[in-house]
């Protein structure tokens, strides 16, 4: 995959493009096989203390489809309009 942005002419940018990458040979890109995680049996928790401390963080997590799921796209949509949203009144 190859990124480009600015100011730039797309048929002048393809020929560089072209010109500069075009002899690769394609090839199907190689899917990494990850490790499933076994279903959880009980909650995790992990709690730490500092004295002095000035800011509080709590982080919530959960399992979800795989990173090559067809639902990984809209669920992040989801969770994006979920966390962003203006609260109502």
Same mark, same amino acid.
């Not at 995680?37 to 928790?45: D, F, G």
């Not at 509080?56 to 795989?66: I, K, P, W």
């Given at each position: 995959?190859?990124? =480009?942005?600015g100011?730039?002419?797309?048929? @002048?940018? !393809? ?6 990458? #075009? ?7 190689i899917?990494p096989?990850?490790?499933t ?5 009980? =909650?995790?928790?992990r709690?730490?203390?500092? @004295?002095? !401390?000035?800011r509080?963080?709590?982080?919530? #997590? ?9 639902d ?5 949509l989801?969770?994006?309009i ?8």
């Open positions: 995959m190859v990124v =480009v942005e100011d730039i002419k797309a048929s @002048e940018t !393809l020929n560089v493009l072209e010109t500069v990458i #075009g002899g690769y040979p394609r090839r199907a890109a899917m096989t990850l490790p995680e076994p279903a959880p049996t009980s =909650v995790r928790r709690v730490m203390e500092q @004295e002095g !401390l000035q509080a963080y709590l982080l919530m #997590g959960f399992r979800t489809v795989n990173l090559f799921s067809p990984m796209y809209p669920l992040d989801a969770s994006y979920l966390s962003t949203a203006p609260p109502r009144d």
